[in-house]
């Protein structure tokens, strides 16, 4: 039964190329977000400003609202999920955006419009690549009789690394030794290594409901049931992905899809209740060194994902690698995460919140020149 618990529903993973594309699923009962988990049900009329749709299009309604699109989703995963380098996604963005090769040209400075055309040649051909590998791995499944059960990997993972190379098996056994009460009962101690972190973060996870937000006091409660220093865990479960919050912490939920073996809502009964999805928060924000005042101006499409920027410069992976010099030098005490400038979401448009955004972030380049010994960007060529 341990396995079962452990075991993480991963439609987004194991989801068609057509549903993956479209960015929902369709079952007996309803339609599943892939990107989110929001779900609509069959039957059911949505009405939204004075207009009702029926449950499939209120789902396109729903991902046009909250995600932008599933390309503007997909297209801001982490590079260990995508396998593109920062310069191809900025590129298949551009391209995304309907421009030709010598638009793209003037706008990046890149080479020559046949330069742009030759990064479109190398993507096909990654395209082709990914097509053979696909066949390749799907013929093997059927062969490959003697390779282990990997535990899934979380979908909201900030961070994917060696730690994840886990069988069903190591996750039991770790399960057995962290929790000998059962995983029901109180943690023996909180692990040093990250791959056992990450057993015991995932499910201590499970404790919290799917589509609840719960207040500080009561996840505290919740977790100091498993283990005195509550903080401690909070913590590195937000960091993990598992949980968010609000950035004043005035509210947390659960991040990552309900445990396989759940049993879902029966046709007769109503689903129950989930939250809305809040739309993300673009903005600007600043990494601010307070020891020698030195910033990394920073535009973000989510203001959210400071958290994540945070544990990356934790584990030594953040990609500006003279702030991670610092910050590695300083400690993460001397180093302040500061909100510059919101910008009002345009989930109607994505291309033009983008458009803003990146004016927005010339601006305060403009204003605080974070170059040489006054910050962490290269200086513009002249």
Known sequence: MILLAQKETDAFWQASLGDLKRGYEEDGLGYTCLLCGEQTEKGIVYPKDEVLYEAERFMRLHIEQAHGSVFAYLIGLNKKWTGLTDHQNHLLQLFYEGKSDAEIQRETGIGSASTIRNHRFVLKEKERQSRIFLALMELLKEKDTQAPAFVGVHRTATIVDDRYNLTEDENEELLRKFFPEGVDGTLAKFPHKQKHKLVVLRQLAQRFETGRTYPEQEVNAILEQAYPDYVTVRRYLIDYGFLDREEDGSAYWRKEQPVAGQAPAAPDQ?????????????????????????????????????????????????????????????????????????????????????????????????????????????????
């Open 270 to 382: 109503p689903r129950k209740a989930r939250p809305k999805p809040q739309p993300a928060e673009p903005g600007i924000y600043q990494i601010r060194n307070t020891r020698n005042g030195k910033v990394l101006v920073v535009r973000t499409r989510g203001l959210k994902s400071m958290n994540g920027k945070r544990f990356e410069l934790r584990l030594g992976a953040y990609a500006n690698r003279e702030l991670q010099r610092e910050w590695n030098e300083y400690g993460e005490d001397a180093f302040a995460f500061e909100v510059l400038e919101k910008l009002e979401p345009k989930p109607e448009d994505p291309q033009e919140e983008k458009r803003a955004l990146a004016e927005l972030e010339t601006k305060w380049l403009e204003d605080l020149q974070p170059y040489g010994e006054r910050g962490y960007h290269k200086a513009p060529a002249n």
